[in-house]
Nanobody, 115 residues
Framework: QVQLVESGGGLVQPGGSLRLSCAAS????????MGWYRQAPGKQRESVGR???????YYGFFMKERFTISRDNAKNTVYLQMNSLAPEDTAVYFC?????????WGQGTQVTVSS
């Protein structure tokens, strides 16, 4: 059974940082592209960014300035480092794994940016 478990979310003040983790089981992330998405209340889910199998990273519009995605194949985990957080970053953050054969989603972790 494939599981993606996000962690690291929480309440942070504006300007703060968080690092989210997505631990995979049942698949090897080394042969999957991995991505982060977020969904704010009342809004559509949007892409934060992704990291390809070869380690190349791609980011959503304006995301690259403050967000960094990385993967640790040995730990079967992908990370999202978020800096200079603003209230507009408040959302549920989801992890996704996919290749040509299938795609999988985690349950999400809540990030709230508020003073």
């Amino acid at each position: 059974q494939v599981q993606l478990v996000e962690s690291g979310g929480g309440l942070v003040q504006p300007g703060g940082s968080l690092r989210l983790s997505c631990a995979a089981s049942g698949i090897s992330i080394s042969n999957h592209a991995m991505g982060w998405y977020r969904q704010a209340p009342g809004k559509q889910r949007e892409s934060v960014g992704r990291v390809a199998i070869d380690g190349t990273t791609y980011y959503g519009f304006f995301m690259k300035e403050r967000f960094t995605i990385s993967r640790d194949n040995a730990k079967n985990t992908v990370y999202l480092q978020m800096n200079s957080l603003a209230p507009e970053d408040t959302a549920v953050y989801f992890c996704k794994a996919w290749n040509y054969n299938a795609e999988y989603w985690g349950q999400g972790t809540q990030v709230t940016v508020s003073s």
